[in-house]
Each structure stands twice: as C-alpha cells, then as structure tokens.
C-alpha cells in the first residue's frame, strides 16, 4: 500500500510540529509549510526523517506561495491524502488600537489561507478520496477582551468547515479541531524555546486535570484523517480538557 502524505501549515512549530511527528510516527509522508525558516531547518535536523519529510518556507497568506505550495508537495510525493490547516496568529490589541493592516494580516493566515489550500489541494484530494481538517479555536466559542481579530476568524474556521464540507463532499471530508490550552512553548525552535511550568491552578481549572500538549490535537487530527472517520464531516470537536464546561463563579 502507498505511503499516505499530509500537509500540515504552520508545521515547524507549536501544534504544527506535533501534528508533524505524529503522522510521520504513523507512517504517513509529512510536508510542512511554515514562514519561519529558522524554526524549519531545526525541525528538519531533529526530524532526520529522509525524504519522508519536507520542509517548505511558505507565507499562507499569499495565493502564490500556495499555489507553489500545492505543487511542490504533489510534485514530491505523487498527489496528497490530507491538508492540516493549522498557521494560525493573533494580536490581543484593543479594537479601538487595532489597524486594519493588523486585522487584514490575522485574517489572511487564519482563514484566507484555508480558502487557499482547499482551493488549489482540492483536485488531488479529490484523487484520493482524502480529508481537510482546520483548526479553530474554543476562542470561537467564548472570548477575552482584545481578541477580535482572532475571534472572529475562529469563528469564521467553523462556518468555513461546514461550507466546504457540503462543497467538496462526497469526495472529502472537511472538519474542524477546536484547541482549548495547550503548552507548545517546548515546541518552539531553540531561540524560543523553554520548559513549561503549570502551577496547581492551571492543571485544576482544567476538568481533565492538566494543561493539553500538542499531541492531544495531534491525534484527533490523525483520527479524523483516517477511514475511520468515513462517516464524520463538517463538524467541530473541542478538545479543551473539558475547560470550556466548567462554570465559573467569583
């Protein structure tokens, strides 16, 4: 049987770099698209994973970049099975602060760049009878003040998701992983890199009872990318530890 390929954007870090190891520890061919050359390269020597891997710098943003994108990955490994929509930025500005430069720049790497890979990687899923999985945010779901840029294209995640699903199925499946707290700073490349440090209130506002790693996420997306998931498309799964059920009271 051939080897499976996913694309993973914002791959070299964070979530990314998770989702990254756990589908090459799964078998499949990993390509990740990621701005950060620096966080790409080291990746890519800790990885040392052959041709089984690829790095590729790649402003999601920008319909070119993945236009390239798109092909490079199909060009090295003969079409794709899956597409991990995960670059994703924030600025917590107030709104009155916020530009419009900054609005525009969260929305083109947030949800434009979903638009984008559905678009141009849509042919070769098709192919392939492949998936789509983007991430959201429970941000879509509740807020904290200054986040409008960020909230509003997490939300936009969730309507895309179903949209596309109606759009591109039967043929692909299309849903979407909200992340609750998840400690990616030991995921981060060496400049930024640091150990995580969760005190006993963090781990018990969580009803799970600890703070989510990246391969919580990790793992739901290799769930919802396998044959497994046949018969799930254009939903939303929380995976927050259960922190978005618990009431709060002061």
Known sequence: ????????????????????????????????????????????AILKAGKRFMYVPCDVSRE?????????????????????????????????????????KVLGVNLTSIFLTAKYGAPYLKKRKGAIVNTASTRALMSEPDTE???????????????????LGPDIRVNCISPGWIEVSDFKKKSDYRVPVHSAADKSQHPAGRVGVPDDIAQMALYLTSDKA???TGQNFVVDGGMTKKMVYV
């Open 230 to 232: 046949g018969f799930i």
């Open 149 to 167: 840029a960020y909230s509003a294209t997490k939300g936009g995640v969730l309507s895309l998701t179903h949209s596309l699903a109606l759009s």
């Open 64 to 104: 070119k970049d993945v236009k390239k994108l798109i092909a490079l990955t199909a060009a090295q490994y003969g079409g794709m099975d899956a597409i991990i929509n995960n670059a994703g930025i924030g600025i917590n500005t107030p709104v009155t602060e916020l530009t419009f430069a900054q609005w525009s």
């Open 1 to 44: 049987m051939a080897r499976k390929t996913v694309l993973i954007t914002g791959g070299a870090q964070g979530i990314g770099r998770g989702e990254v190891m756990a589908f090459l520890k799964a078998g499949w061919n990993a390509v990740a698209a990621d701005p950060d050359k620096e966080a790409g390269s080291e990746l890519q």
